[in-house]
């Protein structure tokens, strides 16, 4: 069949045909990459891509969070600090019936000291929620739409239903944050 070709077109076939193997195995691992981050990350992979502007620019800033977040200690608090967060809970949430706008505020800040709690460093809001999704992207946009309504200056008050709202995604938000073991421990667990 190659007969009538020389030594030379052979070589430059099988560069070509090389080359298109190279091609097809580098579109197959980075399809798979997206399909791995966007497994993992959830609407959190929509939201990057929106923010950046380009799936490549998206995938790499959620690499980076990935490798950020592995650096921090994070661990699960002890007997007492978990009773001290959950005291603290408690007592936002009985002052929500008498004033919703400063229990969703102090909600708020309980949850960004659970996260330092936790070993999280504490920074600006959108770097907090950026590390959280590595481990909790599920909740990100209710940690988003809760820390929102928290945040709103005095004279765009937010209404009861809205103030409501806040306070059960945070309480959803806190439940998860109080019970959850370290990301690492609970691979030792599942080997």
Known sequence: MFSHFTNPQLIVVAVVILFVVLIAVA????????????????SEYDR??????????????????QTRVEAFKIHELGA???????????????????????AVTEADELIAALLVA?????????Q????LSVAHPRMMESYRAAHAIAARPSGSEANTEELRYAMIQSRAIFDELIQDQNPREKKLVAA
Do not use: M
């Not at 579109?27 to 959830?42: D, Q």
């Not at 907090?128 to 590390?131: L, N, P, R």
């Open 48 to 65: 990057a891509v929106l923010k950046h502007g380009s799936q490549r620019k998206a995938e790499a800033k959620l690499a980076g969070r």
């Open 118 to 126: 936790r070993g999280y460093p504490r920074d600006t809001f959108e």
């Open 128 to 131: 907090s929620a950026a590390d």
């Open 80 to 102: 007492i600090e978990r009773e001290r967060f959950v005291a603290a809970w408690q007592t936002v949430q009985s002052r929500f019936v008498d004033f919703p706008k400063a």
């Open 27 to 42: 579109t197959i691992l980075e399809k798979r990459k997206t399909k791995a981050l966007r497994n993992r990350f959830g």
